[in-house]
């Protein structure tokens, strides 16, 4: 528990923001500048080329990198910072099926004991979480080519995840890889905010394979997304309803979606209008909660309650066919 600074009442919230999820929801105009001060990062906005790959459309000055740190301008050209999409910074490793993945009770491989999903682990990110629970995705250093990532890929590889950070500074890295990969299922953990044109070959890619896309929507008021990740909500939204529309399927279903339940910020009334999102789509797409444990820069922060978790699984199921709670574990 603290003091917000803007209401003065006792709430729970985490120093690194310093108000509470009421201000942030009803006096955002007050609440901007503790978001800034929490987000001091700011993507490029007054002079050079325009970056299209996702919401922040960084204009990048002549040699200097985007907000993400993936992508730079060099000789007038958006291109990656390994200078080809060949190369990313990227990580993998093997877990044997049936995996902790979130997308896993509802993909269609729950029930099968042989095999190996290959989880690849991107570095960079476009959002700002400041309850990140994968912030070491900052410390990656190995760089990886296309055929580098594909030798893990042997006879008892099902799928590919991709991850991070997240997957969209580098997708087109990621893209390739799946282009050449062969029987593999092919599945996304993203926060969604990348371009249309992306989001059309994310969506085709795994379509095509059988694989799952596995959306990590943060809130639903636009002033939550940008109070916790320093993003716009905007993107994730529309491309929710286009990979669904464009894409749908539902055995594996194409979509998932989930949500980090942070305590203190994500409150019944954000799980109860994301749900009715979701449901206003097809109230059959899974949704998934995830419980938050203190991280990055929240650790002031509790574990998500087993009284939170259970409200918000009620209200979700008042609106949707399929909801879980995930790493159950970790409640308190």
């Not at 044997?96 to 960079?124: H, I, Q, W």
Request: with cysteine; charged share 30%; aromatic share 12%.
């Amino acid at each position: 528990m603290g003091t917000c600074d803007i209401c003065k009442k006792e709430k729970e919230i985490s120093e690194s923001l310093g108000i509470c999820i009421d201000c942030i929801r009803d006096k955002f105009e007050k609440s901007l500048p503790y978001i800034k001060k929490a987000h001091k990062k700011e993507s490029y906005s007054r002079e050079g080329v325009q970056c299209s790959l996702c919401i922040r459309k960084c204009k990048i000055p002549e040699g200097k990198e985007g907000y993400c740190g993936a992508r730079k301008n060099l000789g007038g050209k958006i291109i990656p910072k390994t200078d080809s999409d060949e190369y990313a910074f990227v990580e993998c490793y093997h877990d044997f099926l049936p995996t902790n993945c979130v997308s896993m009770d509802f993909c269609g491989e729950k029930n099968s004991r042989r095999g190996k999903n290959l989880a690849v682990f991107y570095g960079f990110c476009n959002f700002d979480c400041l309850f990140c629970q994968n912030w070491n995705y900052k410390n990656v250093k190995r760089k990886m080519n296309v055929d580098d990532l594909l030798s893990f890929v042997d006879d008892e590889t099902r799928c590919i995840c991709y991850f991070g950070g997240d997957p969209t500074p580098q997708i087109f890295h990621a893209l390739k890889v799946a282009e050449r990969s062969e029987r593999v299922r092919i599945c996304w953990e993203t926060n969604g905010s990348f371009s249309r044109g992306v989001a059309k070959k994310v969506g085709d890619v795994s379509h095509r394979t059988g694989g799952t896309i596995k959306f990590d929507i943060k809130a639903f008021s636009n002033s939550i997304y940008m109070a916790l990740c320093g993003a716009k909500k905007e993107n994730t939204f529309k491309n929710f309803k286009f990979i669904y529309k464009n894409f749908k399927r539902e055995d594996p279903p194409i979509l998932v979606a989930s949500t980090l339940l942070v305590p203190g910020y994500i409150d019944v009334f954000e799980i109860k209008k994301i749900s009715e999102f979701i449901a206003s789509i097809d109230p059959n797409i899974p949704y998934v909660f995830l419980a938050f444990h203190p991280d990055h820069k929240m650790r002031d922060l509790p574990n998500t309650s087993k009284e939170l978790a259970l409200s918000c699984f009620n209200v979700a199921k008042e609106k949707l066919d399929r909801v879980k709670i995930g790493n159950i574990w970790l409640l308190r």
